[in-house]
T-cell receptor, first 118, second 111 residues
């Protein structure tokens, strides 16, 4: 069972361009979470999605950021008109659909996409 | 809101035991998690405590006291590969499914 897959691992964009980050959850997981990690900071929650639905986007900036998790394909975190302050590592996590309550609460992380904005 | 504190850095010797503390303040509590993260890699799940007490899993153990807002991760028989950042995360009852992370403790294991 492959782990959570994120691509690309590294992404370089110029200011004003768009960044698209992809996340494929583990098999049997339909819950996806996105986190952002700034240098010297802890992981910060951005958004929680289930297939085709945004469940909680309380940590997502109101402008320029959007996320989706279509019925088919990976979850996408999209950042429009990137600025230097968007430079960070973006991590995706997934959790299982079935199992004991404790097991369903565990989030498994991908290796992240490191976004650099020039 | 939630406030999670853990030491920034720790150093320990190979073969020794180290305890990494985490204190938290949260509105409601729905579980505390520990993750290990090597530089440039994915955070890896270590433990999940929802009830008070000690959970042991091989060389790693995690303790929780909800009344004190306190947890620790205990690493025994330290190995060089244990050098990593250790992340404490809390899920509050009012924060849905989001995990709120501390800034992490960078552990250096020396020969």
């Amino acid at each position: 069972n492959a782990g959570v897959m994120q691509n690309p691992r590294h992404l370089v964009r110029r200011r004003g361009q768009e960044a698209r980050l992809r996340c494929s959850p583990m098999k049997g997981h339909s819950h996806v979470y996105w986190y952002r990690q700034l240098p010297e900071e802890g992981l910060k929650f951005m958004v929680y999605l289930q297939k085709e639905n945004i469940i909680d986007e309380s940590g997502m900036p109101k402008e320029r950021f959007s996320a989706e998790f279509p019925k088919e394909g990976p979850s996408i975190l999209r950042i429009q008109q990137v600025v230097r302050g968007d430079s960070a590592a973006y991590f995706c996590a997934s959790s299982p659909d079935r199992g004991p309550t404790q097991a369903k609460n565990i989030q498994y992380f991908g290796a992240g996409t490191r976004l650099s904005v020039l | 809101g939630q406030n999670i504190d853990q030491p920034t850095e720790m150093t320990a010797t190979e073969g020794a035991i180290v305890q990494i503390n985490c204190t938290y303040q949260t509105s409601g509590f729905n579980g505390l998690f520990w993750y290990q993260q090597h530089a440039g890699e994915a955070p890896t799940f270590l433990s999940y405590n929802v009830l008070d007490g000690l959970e042991e899993k091989g060389r790693f153990s995690s303790f929780l006291s909800r009344s004190k807002g306190y947890s620790y991760l205990l690493l025994k028989e330290l190995q060089m590969k244990d050098s990593a950042s250790y992340l404490c995360a809390v899920r509050g009852r009012n924060s849905g499914y989001a995990l709120n992370f501390g800034k992490g403790t960078s552990l250096l294991v020396t020969p």
